[in-house]
């Protein structure tokens, strides 16, 4: 059957997409360092799902003219060294596919003031893949929403069940991160 085959092309699109933003290995800054957070609560709420909206594209949506540098700060762990080296491997194996590969967020459901469960759909060149994509969360670290680790891990897994073997993936799967 062909529909396995092209799930994990599209996964090793989508990963290589969350990798590519990456590949720099610069630590992130703080975004909106000088505004409160907007937590996923009360009357912050709104604006706290479309931070988590907003952190989805600039990580995964590949035809963004973003550095670097500014999609790695939305992404839980980012400056983990190892977590980098999962990100830059993927990148390197996956770099002629990566600007086609975006997202669309379909829900985003408030778990906690400082966390939240996303459901979204990976979209490769122009067609959504619905199903494909885990479902994701979204956690606030200091005062940015971030694509959190367990997300992208899971998506990695996609591509490689070997990420969540070894290194920061299967520490995360084994709930030792994001």
């Given at each position: ?34 505004a ?107 005062r940015?929403w971030k694509?959190?680790q ?21 520490d ?7």
């Amino acid at each position: 059957m062909r529909t396995r085959p092209l799930a994990l092309a599209a996964a090793v699109l989508a990963a290589g997409a969350l990798a590519l933003a990456f590949t720099n290995g610069a630590a992130a800054a703080s975004v909106g360092a000088k505004a409160k957070a907007p937590v996923c609560a009360g009357k912050t709420k709104k604006k706290a799902v479309k931070a988590i909206k907003k952190a989805y594209d600039k990580v995964l949506n590949g035809s963004l003219t973003l550095t670097l540098d500014e999609k790695f700060k939305f992404v839980e762990g980012s400056e983990d060294p190892a977590f980098i080296a999962v990100l830059n491997n993927t990148a390197t194996k996956n770099a002629a596919m990566l600007k086609t590969t975006s997202e669309k967020v379909n829900k985003v459901t408030c778990t906690a003031k400082k966390t939240a469960d996303v459901q979204w759909d990976l979209v490769l060149s122009g067609q959504p893949a619905p199903g494909l994509a885990p479902p994701g969360s979204a956690v606030l670290d200091g005062r940015v929403w971030k694509v959190s680790q367990s997300t992208v891990c899971d998506l990695f897994a996609l591509a490689d069940p070997t990420l969540v073997q070894s290194g920061p993936c299967a520490d995360v799967a084994a709930g030792g991160g994001g």
